[in-house]
């Protein structure tokens, strides 16, 4: 079993910056794994955010959602299991519950039923 714990969120004013964390622990990654990014805003539903593929001796591949592109940086530790997300320039409609999730490899990297496991999800709240 996976369990992964996210954190970094908090209180900012728009136009600052805050650098998400999500550690895995528990069995589970190895040589491949999608790690991805979700939020879900105040009354709407959950949306993707970012992801990252990783294999083993392959680039990584990196994906954005319009909305944050340019804005937000997703990175990885595989020494430390973990996975971050940098965001930047934030806007009041950031604010959200911000999911991190671990799955397989494959390709579909914002359908969240690619997802086998989420953390608890970390609150972001950015002010105007």
């Known amino acids: 079993q996976v369990q992964l714990v996210e954190s970094g969120g908090g209180l900012v004013q728009s136009g600052g910056s805050l650098r998400l964390s999500c550690a895995a622990s528990g069995r589970g990654g190895g040589g491949s794994y999608k790690a991805g990014w979700f939020r879900q805003g105040p009354g709407q539903e959950r949306e993707f955010v970012s992801a990252l593929r990783w294999r083993q001796f392959d680039v990584p591949y990196t994906y954005y959602a319009d909305a944050v592109k340019g804005r937000f940086t997703i990175s990885r530790d595989n020494d430390k299991k973990a996975w971050y997300l940098q965001m930047n320039s934030l806007k009041p409609e950031d604010t959200a519950v911000y999911y991190c999730?671990?799955?397989?490899?494959?390709?579909?990297?914002?359908?969240?039923?690619?997802?086998?496991?989420w953390g608890q999800g970390t609150q972001v709240t950015v002010s105007s």
């Open positions: 999730a671990l799955g397989d490899y494959g390709s579909e990297y914002s359908d969240q039923r690619m997802y086998n496991y």
